[in-house]
């Protein structure tokens, strides 16, 4: 688990208005967006990596992620995901040849840590990291 992740305490739908300017650590599942998947596996965010072959040895090489807005549903309601978020833990891996993909679909678990930018219905949380971590400490 991240130090970001570490040192914060799980914000409620009826929380996330207090010190919006803090960082802020939502816990809940990730919505269906209704746009179709962008990759094979149903990955609705996602990291890329392509095979290379170096002196014999085999690497991945990260390429691309794409890592749109997306919605959290955590007790009590709904918050919106934007920002240039990095992607830390995943919850799924898939492999296509020389491509492999790590991300989340719709109902896998995350948690999300970012500031709070709409302090109205519908929250917006421009996230720093998303990771499939637990809460386990």
């Known amino acids: ?30 919505v269906e967006s209704g746009k179709p998947p962008t990759v094979t596996p149903n990955l609705l965010i996602y990291r890329e990596f ?7 040895q085999t690497q991945w090489e990260a390429r691309a992620s794409h890592t749109p807005e997306f919605e959290v549903k955590i007790p009590g ?3 919106t995901v934007t920002g240039n978020y990095r992607l830390e833990k995943t919850a799924r891996a898939t492999q296509a040849g020389d491509r492999r993909y790590e991300g989340f679909r719709a109902d896998d678990e995350v948690l999300v840590v970012g500031k709070l930018v709409s302090q109205d ?17």
Do not use: C, W, Y
């Open 121 to 137: 219905e519908p929250f917006t949380l421009e996230a720093q990291v998303v990771t499939a971590d637990t809460l386990e400490r």
């Open 77 to 79: 309601g709904l918050v």
């Open 1 to 30: 688990m991240t130090d970001a992740v570490e040192s914060l305490s799980v914000d409620t739908f009826a929380t996330l208005r207090q010190e919006p300017a803090t960082d802020k650590l939502i816990a809940g599942v990730i």
């Open 50 to 56: 392509h095979r290379t072959v170096n002196d014999g």
